[in-house]
């Protein structure tokens, strides 16, 4: 059941890398608007991005609730994909199956929270706030942990104060935190934004 349950955290968290980017982003096309599978979202997910770099991160959207039609998309979504995936996983894995429903709750709580206090979101998922407030917001996909975007290289950190304690995500005690660090960085390793240098400080 357990092994099951963690696989399954493991699935959904690339399943969060592959949406986010392929489905609520899109697809770059030369000369075209980005292609999604499921436009709508799309549409949804970038207004979401429009209204969080106004507001700092804010999104009023949560405050509204289902009647804010970005929030009811998002809530609908997620259970669809819960649904379809815990009844997929089933005969499987209970664990999986569990995990698939647990995800998607814990997507939107972390997500909805985040929004809302933006505090909270720099502290606790420095990855998704990187996401939206930094100048390429064609990276960090993942939001309740950034696993995948370790492993596949899109982790890209704007400043010291927006590097989580560890890859995983989760806060470790000191030793076991670098260990996964330097493992990272030998394997895995995070990108960081290129600081543009200004012409008094190539005189300097």
């Not at 929270?113 to 996401?131: F, G, M, S, T």
């Not at 917001?137 to 590097?163: H, M």
Request: aromatic content about 12%.
């Amino acid at each position: 059941m357990w092994k099951g349950f963690l696989a399954g955290l493991v699935v959904a968290n690339c399943f969060e890398w592959v949406a986010h980017k392929y489905i609520l982003h899109g697809t770059h096309r030369a000369g075209q608007r980005r292609y999604s599978p499921v436009p709508e979202s799309m549409k949804s997910h970038w207004e979401h991005h429009r209204e969080v770099r106004k507001t700092s991160f804010h999104d009023h959207g949560y405050v509204e609730g289902i009647r804010n039609w970005r929030t009811k998309n998002e809530i609908v979504s997620l259970a669809v994909v819960a649904t379809v995936a815990s009844g997929v996983f089933y005969p499987i894995s209970k664990g999986m199956s569990l995990a698939a429903l647990y995800s998607a709750a814990n997507y939107y709580y972390i997500h909805r929270r985040a929004h809302l206090e933006p505090e909270w979101a720099v502290k606790k998922i420095p990855w998704h706030y990187d996401h939206h407030m930094n100048s390429n917001q064609d990276a960090n996909w993942c939001v309740t942990k950034p696993w995948f975007d370790y492993i596949l290289g899109t982790r890209v950190i704007s400043s010291q104060e927006l590097q989580e304690q560890n890859p995983l995500g989760i806060t470790l005690p000191h030793v076991m935190a670098q260990g996964l660090n330097h493992l990272s960085a030998a394997y895995f390793p995070a990108k960081w934004v290129e600081k543009k240098v200004t012409v008094a400080e190539r005189v300097a």
